[in-house]
């Protein structure tokens, strides 16, 4: 391990016991924890590499831009695809980006949850401002 820093931190209760329940002491869990998400994340952009075409991307940023879904939605795929498909209904976004949206949300549906939290971390990369926060 490299140069380390104490720090404080407030953890919620029950995170402080699944934590303590690792049995790695409380901070070689949380650096263990920091450690995995960052594999995850940095593994789950890998998985979208060349999964969609330039204007499907294109899409998926124009559908999701104005909105940020939070909680345990943001890693289900189909809500993921009610967002895609409701830019369609409402906006008619597949023909204004050329786009088969039914493909597109076939792509989306058998991803993994990592992958779908890396689709909206790729979009709001893509924004300058803060999208309204949805909670589903």
Same mark, same amino acid.
């Given at each position: ?17 699944? !934590? /303590?329940?690792?049995? #790695?002491?409380? +901070? ?9 998400? *960052?594999?995850? =994340? @940095? ?40 967002? !895609? /498909?409701?830019?369609? #209904?409402?906006? +008619? ?9 039914? *493909?597109?949300? =076939? @792509? ?29």
């Amino acid at each position: 391990m490299g140069e380390t820093k104490t720090i404080t931190i407030r953890v919620p209760l029950e995170h402080m016991e699944w !934590l /303590e329940s690792r049995g #790695k002491g409380l +901070n070689g869990a949380i650096v263990e924890c920091i450690e995995k998400v *960052a594999y995850i =994340e @940095k593994y789950a952009m890998r998985d979208l590499k060349g999964k969609f075409t330039p204007a499907e991307w294109s899409y998926i940023v124009s559908s999701l831009m104005d909105i940020a879904v939070e909680g345990n939605y943001r890693y289900v795929s189909s809500v993921l695809i009610a967002c !895609l /498909e409701d830019a369609n #209904k409402y906006d +008619n976004m597949g023909e204004k980006c050329n786009v088969d949206v039914n *493909a597109l949300c =076939e @792509k989306i549906r058998n991803l993994s949850c990592a992958s779908i939290e890396a689709i909206y971390r790729r979009v709001e990369s893509f924004s300058g401002e803060e999208p309204i926060s949805i909670e589903y």
